[in-house]
């Protein structure tokens, strides 16, 4: 009979977590396998049987996440109709879910390095993402609502703002600390409604203004 205080042996997603965190904080080359076994409470054997060595591991990790958040916005296609609010709807899916500040660190880490050590296995998954967004915007221009945008210049400026936002928050909190005498610095805006505003502005700029050429002519 196990002990009463003996600890629980962790789900492969309670390792991907562990796994997660740390490739966030030390980037995939800096991330040690040995030190995630060790924090998730299994030994090193284990964990390359139950998911494998340090590039599977971080597939998994990714893969994990671009699988939820294109589900998701798959589902959005399907049931929000309105272009400008899948817009938004496209902005807080890519902060919100299971560890968002980590998610965007990695992210950012891949951009700043080339993608040099993101898998191919996670291509296809950001394709998917992508692929809605494109659908999105097509659906807009057919609607008269947007004029035509490239949809990867679109998604860009969209995952950078909200992952530039989703892990710069220890540098507003100085920047905002050390604001002149009067100023006020608003910095600690939610993730969801930074998403909010940042989409807005995108959406400001690619909205279709009506021409006065084609508006009818009621004299």
Known sequence: MSSPSARPMPSNDDILD???????EKGFEGAR???????AGVNK???????????????AVL?????????????????????EERVRTFARILVDGEHPEQFSAIMMREVANGG???????????????GALQQTLKDGVQQGRFNPVDPFLVHMMLMGACSLYATN?????RVAAMAPQGVS????????????TIADMLLSGMRKTPDPQERPDHG
Request: net charge negative.
């Open 18 to 24: 562990i796994a997660t965190a740390a490739f966030a």
């Open 33 to 39: 396998v040995d030190e995630i076994a060790k924090a």
């Open 45 to 59: 054997a284990t964990l390359y049987y139950r998911i494998g060595d340090k590039d599977a591991l971080y597939s």
């Open 63 to 83: 893969e994990r996440i671009f699988a939820a958040k294109g589900t998701r916005m798959q589902h959005m296609l399907q049931t929000v109709e309105d272009p």
């Open 116 to 130: 040099r050590n993101l898998p191919d296995t996670v291509l296809p998954l950001m394709g998917r993402v992508v």
């Open 169 to 173: 928050t220890p540098i507003r909190r």
């Open 185 to 196: 610095l608003n910095t600690e805006i939610s993730l969801i409604d930074a998403a909010d």
